[in-house]
């Protein structure tokens, strides 16, 4: 029972990475399912979220440029990220559990078992 991530690398500002949160020994449609970054010497920070409803969430800083779905029949959930800053640079990780904060407003989510991808490196630099 484990997150697979998949994607990451080195992009330009203002390019496009898609990442990949797989599934293996467990329905991933049944959980929430959130995206969180962390970079060196700060704490893990929620970026986005997709509940079991298909209902959205993300911070405000990327509002607009990343887009989360859920593929079913993968059991997959994709993070589609465009125009990145290198400000969004930073270790990407998924998990079955969900803390996003945005302006007026915050979403959080735990199954009771959570969880969590090995983390894939994104780096957005010229």
């Known amino acids: 029972v484990q997150l697979v991530q998949s994607g990451g690398g080195l992009v330009q500002p203002g390019g496009s990475l898609r990442l990949s949160c797989a599934a293996q020994?467990?329905?991933?449609?049944?959980?929430?399912v959130g995206w969180f970054r962390q970079v060196p010497g700060k704490e893990r920070e929620g970026v986005v979220c997709?509940?079991?409803?298909?209902?959205?969430y993300y911070t405000d800083s990327v509002w607009g440029r990343f887009h989360i779905s859920r593929d079913k029949a993968g059991n997959t959930v994709y993070l589609q990220m465009s125009d990145l800053k290198p400000e969004d640079t930073a270790v990407y990780y998924c998990?079955?559990?969900?803390?996003?904060?945005?302006?007026?407003?915050?979403?959080?989510?735990?199954?009771?078992?959570?969880?969590w991808g090995q983390g894939t490196q994104v780096t957005v630099s010229s």
């Open positions: 997709i509940s079991t409803d298909g209902s959205t």
């Open positions: 020994g467990f329905t991933l449609d049944d959980y929430g």
């Open positions: 998990a079955t559990k969900c803390r996003v904060e945005y302006d007026g407003g915050s979403h959080s989510y735990s199954s009771g078992r959570d969880y």
